[in-house]
């Protein structure tokens, strides 16, 4: 009785064994595909998107207007820093007006 079940599950167990290693081959398989197809996208956009900048900055915009565009938003992030500092100094204030209360 024993080698009867043995002679039907071995067969069985090494027929699973061998689809679980072939199915594991498989989907790793894909998973790489999938990473290799997902690297030639990025590549591709990042290449499009460095050409696109160049053009960009080559056909639409003159130096002078490039170097205008530069020195507002500079001018724009030092007057924003301006009034951070404006407000964290009226926090202080306020906070050391309220202390004085008590």
């Known amino acids: 009785m024993t080698t009867f079940l043995l002679g039907i599950a071995s067969p069985i ?13 498989k989907n790793s ?3 790489q595909d999938g990473l290799n ?3 030639t996208c990025v590549h591709e ?3 499009k998107v460095d050409g696109l900048t160049l ?3 080559k056909n639409y915009c003159t130096k002078d207007e490039l170097k205008e565009h530069v020195d507002k938003e500079e001018e724009w992030h ?16 306020m906070k050391y007006k ?5």
């Open 13 to 25: 167990l090494g027929g699973l064994i061998s689809i679980l290693i072939w199915q594991t081959k």
């Open 29 to 31: 398989q894909q998973v």
């Open 37 to 39: 197809n997902l690297h």
């Open 45 to 47: 956009v990042s290449q």
């Open 55 to 57: 053009d960009v900055a």
């Open 78 to 93: 030092l007057k924003f820093s301006k009034d951070i500092e404006e407000i964290k100094e009226m926090q202080w204030e």
């Open 98 to 102: 309220m202390l004085d209360k008590d």
